[in-house]
């Protein structure tokens, strides 16, 4: 059965300029066959699923590059507090009450809610991956499902990650991808590093780490090791291989220019790092010196939703307020480093990031049948800085449609609910 997109806007983020107005996406099986202006014409030779897209525009699925999803059974706990402490005193204490039935729930709250706000695939640092890689599995969007490397046990972790890593990779068709997340710096020791580093080549997979988010790390490291984190990191070998590095703050040219050496992506998470006080990350600066930055969200108790809507939002409006410069970060190079730019970081260019005749069918449909959304003079300024999640209308992943019309189909909502009221009062009744 081939699905036809018929009467939208279509922004493709192939180009600037070529957005079409009012046209149509053919999609058949699991990729965009044909896109174009108009009207598609030969209608009458083929069974099709009609979508009509009157009123919306298509955008590429949007693609969160830091996260970590089951987190959002901890939205709006531990407020108030820089990272150390947070991290220390309420998050990692939490966290250690949790079991796989929670980080399997708080999986599905976080796939729902990606999917009803526009996000099609995400970069995912948490525990529990098998749980993780099952829960978004089913819910019929894309993972890049990390295994953490943190704490003592860091050989085992690394030796499960193996394991893990061919039971998955390449799992739901193609969906689920799995990557290995030394978790930062300050958390791994300079062997687990390296040891990380060595299993991601042995693997031919990426690395995901927290990277300078705050000054506190870039003091520790310092008295540490007496470098720059990014610094450090060049010596344990973690670039040499595909690298997503989320937050990138408290940055030097010097590591700038490391970063681009490495072609490492800096995965910009602006709400937590506003929310955390953690600082402003050197985005434009970045950008012009030829780095990819992509977006996240980071988990959702630092941010405190996986809206990537408001997030391009502000991280728009905080370069621009920090470079004084109100052309910094337009509404399309926003919507560049959501889409393009965090297919590129994780290695899936070719695939998706741009709607396109040959890619993936990963598309979001913008309900611009709204007051906040007329008139429009520039339809990605209505969707970045105008809309949110809230106005995803139909999300088509993989070729499926996994909402139309605000109904989710993949999923039953008010279970899903249900389940994570449940899940906190158990944790919360453990010692
Ligand atoms: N403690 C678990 C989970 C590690 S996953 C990644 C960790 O990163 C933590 N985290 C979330 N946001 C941030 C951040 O912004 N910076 C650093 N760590 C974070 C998160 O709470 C989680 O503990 C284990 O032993 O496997
Ligand atoms: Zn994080």
Redesign the pocket.
Known sequence: MKTLIKDCCIIKMTNENEIIKKGYILIEEDKISKIGEGEYKDLKDEKLNIIDGEGTAAIPGLINTHT?CS?TL?RGYGEGLP?MK??NEK??PF??KLDAEDIYIGAELAALEMIKSGTTCFLD????EDDICKAVGQSGIRGIICT?V??DDWQQ?IERFKAFYKRNNGSFDGRIINML?P??PY?CTRESLEQSAKAAKEMNCGLHI?IA?TLDEVETINKTYGCSPVEFLEQTGIFENKVIA??CVHISDKDMEILKKYNVTAAH?PQ?NMK?S?GISPVSKMLALGINVSLGT??A??NNNLDMIEEMQTASYLQKLSTSDATALSPYETLEMATVNGAKALGLEKEIGKLDVGMKADIVLIDLNKPHMVPIFDVCANIVYSGSGKDVKTVIVNGKTVMEDYVVKTMNEKDILNSVKKSVENILSRQ
């Open positions: 970590h987190m901890l990272l947070w991290l998050i990692w966290e250690a640092m948490y525990y529990f953490p943190i704490g972790r997340a978790h930062a958390t927290h988010e989320a937050h998470c937590s955390l953690s980071d988990g108790s630092s």
